[in-house]
């Protein structure tokens, strides 16, 4: 079975949460997708393991950063947790296997280096006679 | 100070008159700082006007030309550029609070060629601020207040070139650059009725400008007509080895064939599960476009986006390597002078965020492209709307702390939703080149955009298709209401 046929979009929303979703974005929505980012209100509950790692994730902020934050951003910082474990959640269900690699790599420096130079052809002994 | 008409008028026609000597380039930039001076206030369209700069170009430009050195399509052509691009001497603000005084001491990769093909620079366009890289919630959050739309100054122009937008739009100058990590030229060039161009990712040096998301940044231009975007992105396109994602030599730069070359009939994917939501008529507004296109020759016939975690995988990318790329500024606090309630806190979020997860987005990442990719199999370019809407009231919203008045701020509503199917999520993500151009009006005068998109590094086709339509139809002719 080949991965696309296997996969199935692991899109973690209900019609109900879209539903929900959709009015709640309903005045804004044709924005488009411009690095306007959500604040996590709305959606289907998460997962346990994943309201866990939400959990978890937002006691070290608090650790690490509550003395900077009002209540208010407090609930932001939640929210935005929220919203951004959906989305690790959908990225994680994705299956992948051991040859899948990163699109990342190492470039070599300087860039020219990239493309290897032809061998200089070796001078012809000198002709005698 | 030049006419209307002459300040409107695309890259070439102007090239061709500078050319002939039938106006001259102090002319030109003098007429557009002024009216840029008039007008930019009103849309908030400009961060700093770069007048001494320009009109040192501009007399130098004045004599080659006189003396017979023309360089090319953009000498004398004035432009503006993204406050997130350096230039040497002057503030680049990215449009945020914390870094209202910044100044760099070099000029970036994209202003050096600019120079070197005898562009002027007037101007720094106003923008969102960091660019949205740490989020943002509506159109408020730029260190120079909202932009206002020429089209209707009670509206945004979208962002985050909010500034190029207006610019372009508003005949400031001729075309101006933008930048887009996900949707930030397009979305703009759309709602403003102009003509914008994401190239393809590594087309052009982000040497000296604003890192956002390392592998997602690409800047572009942002002009009258498709054939303008042509010609300047001729112009910044290039190899550099200073931007590590730098496309090779020989495969950044970029050979634009003029207009009339010859062009086999074009093969244009319509886009049928592109946005969940799209408005009736400007649904019929794109698909009169295609129309247009196909009775000239082109072969039209329905595609689809393939499935997968496209727009989920581009924002988590986004979002991690921004929480790298202004680390300094999230572990110094110094997001607390962020204008916007959610870029005061997303750092410290996103910093949740493991390596293993960012991996995982990009072994996702390599197969999406794949997929992707291989749509262009059956097609030169896919179209679709440059945005579902057009464009928005500004809301009130927060300020700058000195701009603030007594009392609570509103509270930020959610703007984004990654199940829109939004083609930039998709388009962003894989690198892929995108043009949008007007191709009609709503009832309340606002334009609609009209996308198309091609494979990787075939920036080719969507100017091919974009200049097309153009050559059938007038859109991109229609001035805003400027009083």
């Known amino acids: 079975m080949t991965r696309d ?42 997962e346990p393991a994943d309201q866990a790692e939400v959990d978890a994730k937002y006691a070290d902020v608090i650790r690490k950063y509550g ?63 | ?42 849309f908030n369209a400009y961060a700093t006007l770069t007048e001494e700069r320009a009109l040192d170009q501009a007399r130098a430009a004045e004599k080659e030309i006189a003396a017979g050195h023309y360089r090319g399509p953009l000498h004398g052509i004035p432009y503006a550029a993204k406050d ?134 690409k800047l572009g231009p942002m002009a009258r007509t498709a054939d303008c975007c042509g010609l300047a992105l001729s112009v910044m396109a290039g190899h550099d080895p200073k931007d590590h ?17 010859s062009e086999a009939p074009l093969r244009i994917g319509r886009l049928t599960n592109a946005w969940s939501r799209m408005d009736t008529a400007m649904q019929s507004a794109i698909d009169d476009g295609l129309q247009v296109l196909e009775k000239a020759g082109a072969k039209v016939s329905d595609a689809a986006l393939p499935d997968g975690p496209f727009e989920d995988a581009a924002e988590l990318t986004i979002l991690m390597e921004a929480a790298s790329a202004y680390q300094n500024l999230v572990h110094s606090g110094g997001c ?31 197969i999406l492209q794949h997929r992707i990719d291989k749509l262009f199999d059956d097609f030169d370019v896919i179209a679709t709307a440059g945005s579902n809407s057009t464009a928005q009231r500004l809301t009130p919203g927060p300020r700058p702390a000195n701009q603030q008045q007594k009392g609570p701020a509103p509270p930020a509503e959610p703007r984004f939703d990654n199940s829109q199917r939004a083609p930039d999520g998709i388009s962003s993500l894989c690198g892929l080149p995108a043009l949008s151009v007007p191709c009609g009006f709503s009832s309340g005068n606002l334009p609609y955009g009209l996308q198309f998109l091609a494979r990787a590094t075939n920036d080719l086709a969507v100017i091919a298709a974009a200049r097309k339509f153009q050559s059938l139809t007038d859109w991109h002719k229609k001035r805003p209401p400027i009083a």
């Not at chain 1, 019609?15 to 804004?28: D, E, P, W």
């Open chain 2, 1 to 42: 100070m030049l006419s209307d008409d002459i300040l409107y008028l695309p890259i070439r026609e102007l090239g061709d008159r500078l050319r002939k000597r039938a106006i001259s380039p102090v002319e030109l930039t003098q007429s557009f700082l002024e009216r840029s001076k008039q007008l930019g206030p009103k």
């Open chain 2, 336 to 366: 607390a002078k962020l204008i916007d309630p959610l870029g005061q806190v997303n750092g410290y979020v996103s910093e949740e965020m493991s390596s293993n997860d960012y991996l995982q987005v990009q072994r996702v990442r390599q």
């Open chain 2, 84 to 217: 997130l691009v350096a230039v040497k001497g002057y503030p680049t603000t990215w449009g945020a609070p914390p870094f209202a005084d910044q100044k760099f001491d070099y000029d970036a990769t994209v202003i050096q060629r600019l120079d070197h093909a005898g562009a002027i620079l007037i101007g720094k366009a106003a923008m969102i601020e960091l660019a949205g890289g740490l989020g943002y919630t509506n159109g408020n959050a730029s260190l120079t207040g909202p932009a206002h739309n020429p089209w209707n100054t009670e509206c945004w122009t979208c962002g985050s070139s909010s500034g190029s937008g207006a610019i372009v739009s508003a005949g400031l100058a001729p075309w101006a650059i933008g930048s887009d990590t996900r949707g930030s030229i397009i979305c703009p060039t759309t709602w403003c009725g102009i003509s914008g161009m994401r190239p393809s990712f590594g087309r052009v040096s982000r040497y000296g400008a604003m890192t956002i998301a390392w592998s997602m940044d």
């Open chain 1, 67 to 129: 003395d900077r934050l009002s209540e208010e951003q407090k609930t932001r910082v939640r929210n935005t947790l929220t919203n951004h474990q959906r989305m690790l959640a959908r990225i994680r269900a994705f299956p992948l296997e051991n040859s899948d690699a990163p699109a990342t790599g190492l470039r070599l420096v300087p860039n020219d280096t990239a493309v290897p130079k032809p061998r200089p052809t070796p001078a012809a002994p000198p002709k005698k006679g």
């Open chain 2, 245 to 261: 994602d730098s496309l090779p030599p020989g495969l950044a730069e970029f050979s634009y064939p003029p207009p009339g070359a």
């Open chain 1, 5 to 46: 046929s296997a996969f199935s979009p692991p899109r973690g929303l209900s019609r109900r949460g879209l539903g929900r979703r959709a009015a709640l974005s309903a005045a804004v929505l044709a924005l488009g997708s411009q690095r306007l980012l959500p604040q996590g209100r709305g959606g289907p509950p998460l």
